[in-house]
């Protein structure tokens, strides 16, 4: 189970990086949809962060 945990920042920004790929690949770019997926990556980089020195 720690293992999971260990990567769910990872799982986080490739989340984040699909979000962003969407409106380029489709060419609806929104500012909306530019800062959910940079939302994302943020949320998912500092939780790669503290997951990684909580689990061991």
Request: without cysteine.
């Amino acid at each position: 189970m720690n293992n999971v945990f260990k990567y769910l920042g990872a799982f986080i920004l490739l989340i984040g990086v699909l979000i962003l790929a969407i409106p380029y690949l489709t060419g609806s770019i929104t500012n909306t949809l530019l800062l959910i997926g940079m939302g994302t990556i943020l949320v998912g980089f500092i939780a790669h962060i503290f997951l990684n020195k909580k689990v061991e």
